[in-house]
């Protein structure tokens, strides 16, 4: 563990001490250590909102924590992501060479046990970690785990896949491929993964890491003059039970790093060794990627996982609220599955913004039209494509859970029949098209779509919570 890191935890388990878990888990526990310099400790907020709200409740106390604990002056700065080109570690050395100031630090002393602001302890020398730690998943991420990942009809098969692997390393689907664009929950199954394995067999040889480490690693295994560091980097990734790599495409187009995976895979492959690799495209969609890679990359399984319908956005919604002991209304949380659907990154992003609000707020109520107030930036920042009535069917379809098929069928049941008028409803309050060509799309006449729109008209006027669901739901279409 970093100086930087150390420190961190001293500070944050402090803050977890004094506070509630979901004030703790919503502003401290997201904010991640970057640079410990002889005159600052800078600090990475995941968002420029949380960075003001950190600034404004929390600062004092994080440089009080910090003065008390280390024996240098330094001064907390909070950046966000949108800051740290001005933070790369060569701004802050070439800063140091011009004022004499900035330096990174590497070698300070921190590792207090038990600290408390009260009782500050004597230094109490650690040992080192052994080298070998990585097999015992020490970089796993705790709460990605199978039991909070939610299961939809988007991602169904690569959790199955995910579970049978876990629970059978190497017969059943082997290599494991899982595909899809970023923020899906990929990388939450690929810790799922190895957690159950280690779980079942905690002396299973189990590295999970990035392309982009495997790569780092291997260019500091050739960059050393003797031949023991590369034999060192073979023998951690070629002697053990299963290996999971995140973002396997970007080892494409690295001739060097291609070659050296080719036959550690090749090595787990050949010993029955369990391999689960993950990308935002299948193999044959990653352009530059070795042919004889491709090919095997699609030995086993290729699972892919959509974006999360709207049951599934709900329910990543509710087990968000459910982990961090909280709740939002029915009517905020429809409104959030509503308008933030491209990935759960962004769904739990603007859940954490919300409930950050209402902490804020003190009495812990918020109302629909504050909400929307916090969320108005975030989903006018999402990229719209243009309303059409092919848009209306689709959203109409994922929100009331039927096909587009039976939706343009000549079927009656109510079950069918009213996401259609609630369409021909949108159509026509969205779209500057005649009846004519809304019946035209929908395969009926023109008194059947004036018998739909009225009947949603006279529902709307009898029914507010009916009212805003349809307010709700042409949201969602015209952010979409």
């Known amino acids: 563990m970093t100086d930087k890191d150390e420190l961190w935890l ?3 388990n402090t803050f977890k001490q ?18 410990l310099t002889n005159t600052e400790f800078i600090l990475l907020s995941p968002n420029r909102f949380t960075k003001k709200t950190i600034y404004n409740k929390y600062y004092d106390d994080i440089q009080k924590y910090l003065d008390f604990i280390s024996n240098v002056k330094r001064k907390v700065v909070i950046i966000d992501r949108y800051e740290m080109d001005n933070y790369k570690e060569e701004n ?9 100031q900035r330096s990174i630090l590497v070698n300070e002393d921190v590792s207090q046990e038990n600290y408390t602001v009260e009782d500050k302890q004597t230094p109490v020398i650690q040992q080192p970690e052994p080298k070998d730690d990585y097999l015992y998943g020490k970089n796993l991420i705790s709460k990605y785990k199978f039991d909070t990942f939610v299961k939809g009809k988007n991602n169904e098969l690569a959790l199955a896949a995910a579970l049978a692997v876990a629970q059978n390393p190497a017969t059943a ?10 923020g899906l929950g990929k990388t939450h199954l690929m810790h799922a993964i190895a957690h159950e394995i280690l779980k079942n067999n905690p002396k299973a040889r189990v590295i999970y890491t990035t392309s982009e480490s495997f790569t780092n690693e291997l260019i500091s295994s050739i960059g ?36 050296e995976f080719f036959h550690t895979f090749n090595e787990l492959y050949n010993h029955n060794k369990q391999i689960i690799l993950s990308s935002d495209r299948p193999p044959k969609e990653i352009k530059t990627l070795e042919e004889r890679l491709v090919s095997r990359f699609e030995w086993g399984l290729m699972a892919d996982i959509q974006p999360p319908d709207y049951e599934t956005r709900v329910a990543i919604i509710n087990e968000y609220l459910d982990r961090n002991n909280t709740s939002l209304t029915p009517e905020i949380i429809d409104y959030i599955a509503m ?17 950050g609000q209402k902490t804020l707020i003190g009495d812990g109520n918020i109302t629909l039209d504050l909400a929307k107030n916090v969320l108005k930036q975030l989903i006018a920042d999402t990229q719209l494509r243009p309303v059409t009535i092919d848009l209306i069917i689709e959203s109409v379809c994922d929100r009331y859970n039927v096909s587009q098929d039976d939706l343009l069928s000549k079927k009656r ?12 409803y949108v159509s026509r309050k969205l779209l500057d098209i005649s009846l004519v060509s809304i019946a035209s799309s929908f395969g009926k006449d023109h008194s059947t ?7 949603i008209e006279n529902d709307i006027k009898k029914s507010s919570e009916f009212d805003e669901e349809i307010d709700n739901l042409i949201s969602y279409i015209q952010n979409s």
């Open 413 to 424: 049941s109510k079950q069918i029949a009213y996401p259609r008028q609630i369409a021909m």
């Open 10 to 12: 001293k500070i944050s």
């Open 339 to 355: 308008n933030v659907k491209s990935n759960i990154r962004e769904l739990e992003g603007a859940v954490m913004n919300v409930v």
């Open 449 to 455: 779509v004036m018998h739909g729109i009225k009947k």
């Open 92 to 100: 802050i050395i070439q800063n140091q060479n011009i004022d004499g």
């Open 224 to 259: 050393d003059k003797s031949t023991k560091k590369n034999s060192q980097f073979r023998e951690k990734y070629r002697n053990i039970d299963v290996l999971l790599i995140d973002d396997i495409q970007f080892i494409a187009g690295k001739q060097g790093t291609q070659e």
């Open 173 to 182: 689907y082997n290599p494991l491929f899982i595909h899809g664009k970023a």
């Open 18 to 35: 004094e506070m509630s878990d979901l004030n703790f888990n919503t502003w401290i526990a997201p904010l991640k250590p970057l640079y």
